[in-house]
């Protein structure tokens, strides 16, 4: 297994570029092991207060690790990125932000430090004191490079990035497109837990240790990131997502790129349309990394299964 240390500066960057160099060179299906520093890059600690936001570098927010380069992917190929473990640190935080986050200029800074321990996490100070969240750990962060120009890391984009969907997590399997060739795969911005949504700016962020592999499909192409993952509610499910900065269009790419992957079980655009809507799961992943929002559409595994097998009239 490699392993790749994301809290050294050397394989950290905070900008999404073709023309960036590699910090590591993996085969498809190596187990990696990442060590990821939270969206703050260690600018916050377990002993910080909310008068240490204001000196807060913001050009090193959400500095991501990497890029990994693999074996054999080209431009047209797609990367499947197995999340195997997240291992979250026993500690984290959250922040409210006067010109961050859906509800601008309402509320004062603030900075709540969270214990993280026997799977929940509960506030240090008297903020939502007495409140257990269960952890649910993901990585909000998982993006190819672009197949041209530089972008910040916030907002995503095709190529995925600052995505901050929490079905990411550990069982779950990324799709993204490939732009350059090796791909060049980076990860940050680790969550303990967080809402769909992510209203405030911030989830329960934290670092942590994340155990990937990634494979190699051929001969396939995606218009942008979709996932298998595992939902509390309905089980094992298929996720397409639409990124967009306009919220009704990201919606209708979500729907659409999940009428593409039912077709690929067996089913008509216009089934897969029906099936959205009957069965379907329609979420706002993400509101606040503007300008661009990510709507998931979620499908359970089992269903799309059955189209396989059904008898056709």
Request: proline fraction near 5%; charged fraction near 20%.
């Amino acid at each position: 297994m490699k392993f790749l240390d994301g809290y050294l500066a050397e394989n950290q960057h905070n900008t999404w570029s073709s023309l960036r160099n590699p910090v590591i060179t993996v085969s498809p299906e190596e187990l990696i092991r990442v060590r990821i520093p939270d969206s703050s890059t260690l600018q916050i600690t377990r002993r910080s207060h909310a008068e240490d936001l204001a000196h807060v570098d913001r050009s090193k927010l959400d500095a991501a690790v990497g890029p990994i380069f693999v074996e054999g992917a080209s431009p047209g190929d797609v990367l499947e990125v197995s999340i195997h473990s997240i291992e979250a640190e026993a500690w984290g935080w959250t922040t409210v932000s006067s010109d961050f986050g859906l509800l601008k200029n309402r509320f004062r800074e603030r900075l709540i430090l969270w214990d993280i321990r026997n799977g929940s996490a509960t506030t240090t100070g008297d903020f939502l004191h007495g409140i257990s969240i269960p952890v649910s750990p993901f990585l909000g962060i998982v993006g190819l490079a672009p197949e041209r120009g530089e972008f910040g890391m916030i907002p995503p984009q095709i190529f995925g990035g600052n995505m901050d969907n929490r079905l990411l997590g550990p069982g779950s399997r990324v799709y993204l497109p490939v732009k350059v060739e090796g791909g060049l795969l980076s990860l940050a911005d680790p969550h303990a837990a967080q809402g769909d949504g992510e209203v405030c700016g911030t989830a329960i962020e934290t670092p942590a240790e994340a155990v990937i592999s990634i494979k190699v499909i051929k001969g396939t192409e995606i218009g942008g990131p979709r996932a298998y993952s595992i939902d509390r509610g309905l089980g094992e499910v298929i996720v397409t997502m639409g990124i967009d900065h306009d919220l009704h269009m990201a919606t209708v790419t979500a729907v659409e790129s999940m009428m593409a992957e039912l077709a690929e079980y067996g089913f008509t655009d216009e089934e897969g349309y029906v099936l959205c809507s009957i069965a379907g799961s329609l979420r706002i992943s993400e509101v606040v990394d503007e300008p661009n929002f990510v709507v998931s559409m979620l499908i359970p595994k089992d269903l799309a299964r059955q189209g396989k097998f059904r008898i056709r009239k």
